[in-house]
């Protein structure tokens, strides 16, 4: 699948309307078979486990819902359930499985078998997070990728995530200058529709049959990718604001409500309701 940034288009600002706080997650759960939930952010900042946002979703699960968890991990869903879910304390009750950004890109890149393949970034993803890398850093590289036309696949499509109480980079900090300047990035995860039809996929399997669009609540943090990528697969979304939005919103406990409504009216998409954090 190939996107450039301007393949998502937001709806008319004028449009949008910003939604009430929804203070407990129990009053949205009915409406609802599917939850498609963002890991980094909602169920986790990268240190520790967010309790209650597990407590929510093992609670939908008892009720009869099925939970795939939605990441731009550029690692395969499997490892990063066993390697930071487990790790970090996220309990299993919370969800049937879980889709990454990793193994949609395993697919693009066995989709060109034969094909050569250049990695950038750290010899290992996470450490990403334990070094002071920028884009900046792999300005040359970049510049020599344009200028030979080579076609970049994205494994994670976020610009920056929560570790803890600060903001780190990801791979489309590079990948977005990159598309700006010409290039061909090829986005694997969220907001792109690939990632999404596979979840569902994997949600269907385990209920066993087909489930309705509107049957499906996508929870997350970032307008850029859950809210706009919700939205462009046609599902309603429930955001979080203590994630990586919550210093341009003022505050993780009280968000400035003119803050959160300019965000959405800057998107051109607002959500079904908000939240500060997910709980039951």
């Not at 450039?4 to 129990?26: C, Y």
């Not at 486990?49 to 731009?72: H, P, W």
């Not at 889709?99 to 750290?122: E, K, M, N, Q, W």
């Not at 969220?190 to 049957?215: D, F, S, T, W």
């Amino acid at each position: 699948m190939r996107v450039t940034l301007s393949a998502l288009p937001p709806a008319d600002p004028m449009s949008v309307v910003l939604p009430s706080f929804t203070p407990h997650f129990a009053t949205l759960a009915g409406d609802y078979d599917v939850v498609l939930c963002d890991v980094w952010g909602v169920v986790h900042n990268g240190v520790a486990a967010a309790a209650d946002a597990g407590d929510a979703l093992a609670r939908f699960r008892e009720r009869g819902g099925t939970v795939v968890l939605i990441t731009n991990a550029p690692r395969p869903g499997e490892r990063v359930a066993r390697l930071t879910l487990d790790r970090l304390g996220v309990p299993r009750a919370a969800y049937d499985g879980i889709v990454s950004s990793g193994d949609v890109t395993r697919a693009l890149i066995a989709a060109r078998a034969g094909a050569r393949v250049f990695h950038i970034g750290p010899e290992r993803d996470v450490a990403l997070f334990e070094t002071v890398e920028t884009p900046h850093d792999y300005r040359d590289v970049i510049a020599r990728m344009r200028a030979r036309s080579l076609p970049m696949i994205c494994a994670n499509p976020d610009v920056v995530v929560e570790r803890g109480d600060k903001l780190v980079y990801c791979a489309g900090a590079i990948a977005d200058p990159y598309a700006a300047a010409g290039g061909e990035v090829i986005y694997a995860g969220k907001p792109y529709r690939p990632i999404y039809e596979q979840a569902l996929a994997l949600a269907e399997a385990a209920r066993g049959r087909p489930v309705k669009h509107h049957r499906l609540l996508a929870i997350g943090d970032s307008v850029r990718t859950d809210l706009k990528g919700a939205d462009a697969f046609g599902i309603d979304c429930l955001f979080v604001t203590a994630g990586i939005h919550a210093e341009e919103l003022g505050s993780r406990h009280d968000p400035d409500a003119a803050a959160l409504a300019g965000i959405f009216a800057a998107a051109g998409v607002a959500p079904k309701a908000v939240m500060h954090r997910l709980s039951w």
